[in-house]
């Protein structure tokens, strides 16, 4: 199998990690993206598969070299995508899974075009989604109405992705899901088509 990327977005409270967790039997091997960042380890956090923690020095050393596909500073700490960890996992012919928002999704699309395949996930509705949130039960109200705020101005960018996935039945929308991974694998970036063409010639 040939490594791809999948590139899901959507608001929080989609129910992104429940699709990916219900249809990993059904991807192959896949290695889920996870940032970068500066600051200290929450409790139970490990490196490396929460996040990788490194020091600002670290991190700097790293933006100096391009070793970012994206990175920005949040609160004074930075949060960043490593190409290391991407390029290694698509090497090993890995589907490279990003959860990322939808500007993520730009400048993934941006850097990495003919190697990405997009999904936005969503809710059928926003009061569907206003009532997740709340359901859930792991954030403030002024936290919520965040989240809710940002969804508005998200779904105006979902023609921007390959595929959307309405997250209704979770049943239906993991085998859509499953179905946009594998599909993903069989994308042909610009030179593997360049080599078909001349093995085709010869």
Known sequence: MQGAILVLSGPSG???STIINHASPNIGEYY???STTTRQPR???EHGVDYYFVTH???EEGIKAGDFLEYATV???YYGTSLKPVNEALAQGKLVIFDID???HRLVRAKMGDYVTSAFITPPTLKELEKRLYARA???TSIIERRIENAKEEINAIGEFDFVIIND???EASSQFTTIANAARLKQNREELEKMVLHWRN
């Open 169 to 171: 039945v979770i049943e």
């Open 32 to 34: 889920f993206s996870i």
């Open 138 to 140: 792991t954030d403030d």
């Open 43 to 45: 409790e139970g956090e």
């Open 75 to 77: 609160h004074g700490n």
């Open 102 to 104: 939808v500007q993520g």
């Open 57 to 59: 020095e670290e991190f």
């Open 14 to 16: 989609a129910g992104k």
